[in-house]
């Protein structure tokens, strides 16, 4: 089975220019959880989504690839049964002229 959580949209420190410190920026996460379904036992994909925005929101990490290793370690603590995640993160708004944006897969 899989999940897709796609735009998940919500401000963030996240960065490391000075200005990035201070002033919560726009970050959008994709999110593709397989995982093996059995009856009455299923991710509940509203708390992945919690999950992702209160880890990104209180870590406030420097770099996007950071936040995506921790997020994968924490997703899999949290969600034991998942066995591929694929998450993608965002920036719009740090360019001008485009929308910029680190992807991590893991396999567990």
Do not use: W
Not at 23 to 32: H, L
Not at 74 to 93: A, E, G, I, M, N
Request: hydrophobic fraction near 40%; include cysteine; glycine fraction near 4%.
């Amino acid at each position: 089975m899989t999940i897709l959580i796609e735009d998940l949209t919500f401000d963030a420190i996240i960065g490391i220019l000075d200005s990035e410190r201070i002033t919560p920026q726009q970050v959008i996460i994709d999110c593709i959880i397989g995982y093996e379904y059995e009856q009455n036992s299923f991710i509940n994909y509203a708390e992945v989504t919690s999950h992702i925005q209160e880890s990104v929101q209180k870590n406030q990490f420097f770099l996007i690839e950071e936040a995506l290793q921790s997020l994968g370690l924490s997703l899999k603590k949290q969600f034991s049964s998942l066995h591929t995640l694929s998450l993608t993160l965002r920036k719009p708004d740090i360019l001008s002229n485009c929308t910029v944006g680190v992807q991590e897969n893991f396999i567990f």
